[in-house]
C-alpha cells in the first residue's frame, strides 16, 4: 500500500513562497503521474499541476501558471510543488496523489476519483 505524505503548507503574506513536498512510501507503478489538487472552503475540488515519472511532461491549471513549478526526485520518491507570488485566492487543502499511467489534464480533472492514492492533505493560507 502507498502512502504519502505532505508536508510544507503554512500561512503566508501575499507575494510570499511555499514550497510543498510529496514523499511517497511503498511499492508504486512503473510510469505514474504525481500531481497536487487543492480545495478551498464551499469550493470544487481542482486539479492544479502533475508531473509524469517516465518523462518529467508537466501541467499546470492555468491560474497558476507562471507562479507554480513542479518536480519529481525520483531517488527520494518525493515530489516538489513550488509555490512563488502566492495569492489569497491560493488559499486551500493542497493534496498529493498518485495515478497509475501519467500526467493528463484528464485526471486532474478527474480528481480523487482518478486517482489511485491520496494523501491526507497540508494547509495553505494566503493573507493579503
Known amino acids: 500500500e502507498v502512502q504519502l505524505v505532505e508536508s510544507g503548507g503554512g500561512l503566508v503574506q501575499a507575494g510570499g513562497s511555499l514550497r510543498l513536498s510529496c514523499a511517497t512510501s511503498?511499492?508504486?507503478?512503473?510510469?505514474?503521474?504525481i500531481g497536487w489538487f487543492r480545495q478551498a472552503p464551499g469550493k470544487a475540488l481542482e486539479g492544479v499541476s502533475c508531473?509524469?515519472?517516465?518523462?518529467?511532461?508537466?501541467y499546470y491549471t492555468p491560474s497558476v501558471e507562471g507562479r507554480f513549478s513542479i518536480s519529481l526526485d525520483k531517488s527520494k520518491n518525493t515530489a516538489y510543488l513550488q509555490m512563488n507570488n502566492l495569492k489569497p485566492e491560493d488559499t486551500a487543502v493542497y493534496s498529493c496523489?498518485?495515478?497509475?499511467?501519467?500526467?493528463?489534464?484528464?485526471?486532474?480533472?478527474?480528481?480523487?476519483?482518478?486517482?489511485?492514492?491520496w494523501g491526507q492533505g497540508t494547509q495553505v493560507t494566503v493573507s493579503s
Open positions: 511503498g511499492p508504486t507503478f512503473e510510469d505514474y503521474g
Open positions: 496523489a498518485v495515478h497509475d499511467g501519467y500526467c493528463s489534464i484528464f485526471w486532474m480533472v478527474g480528481g480523487r476519483f482518478a486517482s489511485d492514492y
Open positions: 508531473i509524469s515519472s517516465s518523462d518529467g511532461d508537466t
